[in-house]
């Protein structure tokens, strides 16, 4: 199955957000997001 466009956005925006956040906050984030895909 493809990826709907609004995930890929989703995970970009979360790559973004990584950058400027302290990875120990947004590695939980992600891993929450990813398993719900």
Same mark, same amino acid.
């Given at each position: 199955? /493809? +990826? /709907?466009? *609004? +995930? !890929? @956005?989703?995970?970009?925006? !979360?790559?973004?957000?990584?950058?400027?956040? *302290? *990875?120990? @906050?947004? $590695? $939980?984030?992600?891993?929450g997001s990813?398993?719900?895909?």
């Amino acid at each position: 199955m /493809p +990826i /709907p466009a *609004p +995930i !890929l @956005l989703r995970v970009r925006e !979360l790559a973004q957000m990584q950058a400027q956040v *302290p *990875p120990n @906050l947004t $590695s $939980s984030n992600v891993a929450g997001s990813t398993e719900r895909v």
